[in-house]
């Protein structure tokens, strides 16, 4: 046995199909088979063509392509050392199903079906390696199959997120429309006082409609909005100790700093209000308590949760200052220094709950901040 022929034998028996086969299919192989090295961008079989040559890669890489409508190619999948190209039209003889083009350097093994099948013992070996190349065609068409199917769940993911985001999309201009019709009210003095509870209810119960009809349609489970068992207590362990340690500076304020008392209501003057405001009770102190829930279920566990989700925001971010952006004019009714408070609390609380993942500990800290807030204002 020439040189030639033995280098062609070992390459092909140190390859699946190939090394399934006998020394002497091997040997009748080879007898016809041809190495060659193609440059990157080489077609090394073009679909459609009829013949039914078989190739297998040795080295380099290259790619299985097929003609697009819009007169481009679509990449099918890659093909790597080891792997045979052109076995299906090998086996059933019919047109080439894609064209295969060299990425990098190739080279190869080429295997003439004319010239195997007027080899000697030429029905032998051919069956031989069509009963090889089988097993090969079954693994490929498996492998296609888990692979077609990974792909339509992603289409599936990536159709399902669109319709998401074209409902998130008119959640965030229904909140900003509900805003601008309560600072219009407002602003008309159509609201003698926007710290009255009425007020303050309707208001909450016109973002939050918008809001439960989101969570409804797109079927966000509680755990995704932050209302959860896992880090429970961790989270509001971590939110008492943060309230303490903002309690202890204030009260030293207050206890040895503070001026005289101003007086026993709370909030500024409003457009049609002459100095109305909120007054600390218990009613207050109970009422301001839902407030905080209705509020941190749709800022953090809703909009920042879909801000993340949409934006592909892993550090979180984006998604906080967006949050922020969305709710801080929501309080623009109760004034700008309001707005500002607001956006610059809601970024602390973003952050929070970015660290934490459970809604009870912002709560928790939104509550104290805001009643340690009006008790200040009141006494």
């Known amino acids: 046995m020439d040189t030639t022929l033995q280098s062609i034998v070992q390459v092909l028996a140190a390859h699946k199909p190939f090394s399934a086969l006998s020394r002497g299919s091997l040997e009748a192989i080879a007898s016809v088979a041809r190495p060659m090295r193609l440059p990157p961008g080489a077609l090394i079989v073009q679909e459609g063509d009829e013949g039914a040559d078989l190739f297998l ?8 392509v097929r003609a697009a409508d819009d007169g481009g190619q679509v990449v099918l999948n890659a093909i790597a050392p080891g792997d045979c190209i052109g076995e299906l039209t090998f086996l059933d003889g019919g047109r080439r199903s894609a064209s295969v083009r060299a990425e990098t ?8 079906a004319d010239e195997l099948r007027g080899a000697p013992d030429a029905q032998a070996v051919v069956g031989d390696l069509k009963g090889a190349l089988a097993s090969v065609v079954v693994n490929r068409a498996r492998s296609l199959s888990d ?9 599936l993911e990536i159709k399902t997120i669109q319709n998401q985001f074209g409902n998130f999309l008119v959640l965030t201009i229904a909140l900003f429309l509900i805003s601008s019709t309560l600072f219009y009210l407002v602003a008309e003095r159509y609201i003698a006082d926007v710290y009255d509870p009425r007020f303050a209810w309707q208001a909450i119960l016109f973002f939050a409609l918008p809001c439960l009809l989101m969570i409804r349609i797109m079927k966000i489970p509680l755990r995704d909005l932050g209302i959860r068992r896992e880090r429970l207590w961790r989270s509001l362990a971590e939110s008492a100790a943060i309230c303490v340690a903002i309690a202890i500076p204030v009260g030293v304020y207050f206890l040895w ?3 005289a008392p101003i007086g026993e209501a709370v909030g500024d003057e ?15 102190l109970v009422q301001y308590f839902f407030h905080t829930v209705f509020q941190e279920v749709g800022a953090r566990g809703l909009l920042q949760g879909l801000f993340q989700k949409f934006l592909d925001d892993r550090k979180g971010h984006k998604a906080i200052l967006l949050t922020s952006a969305v709710f801080a004019p929501m309080h623009l009714a109760f004034g700008v ?6 956006f610059v609390a ?12 459970n809604l009870a500990g912002v709560i928790l800290l939104h509550y104290w901040l805001g009643v340690l807030a009006a008790v200040s204002v009141a006494f």
């Open 257 to 259: 700093f503070a001026p």
């Open 270 to 284: 409003t457009p049609g209000g002459g100095g109305a405001g909120a007054t600390v009770d218990l009613f207050f």
């Open 147 to 155: 692979e077609m199917l990974v792909s339509l769940r992603h289409q």
């Open 337 to 342: 220094d309001a707005v500002v408070v607001t």
């Open 57 to 64: 890669l040795v080295s380099g890489s290259a790619a299985a």
């Open 346 to 357: 809601s970024i602390a609380f973003g952050y929070v709950y970015l660290r934490q993942k």
């Open 105 to 112: 350097p190739c080279e190869l093994v080429r295997i003439p």
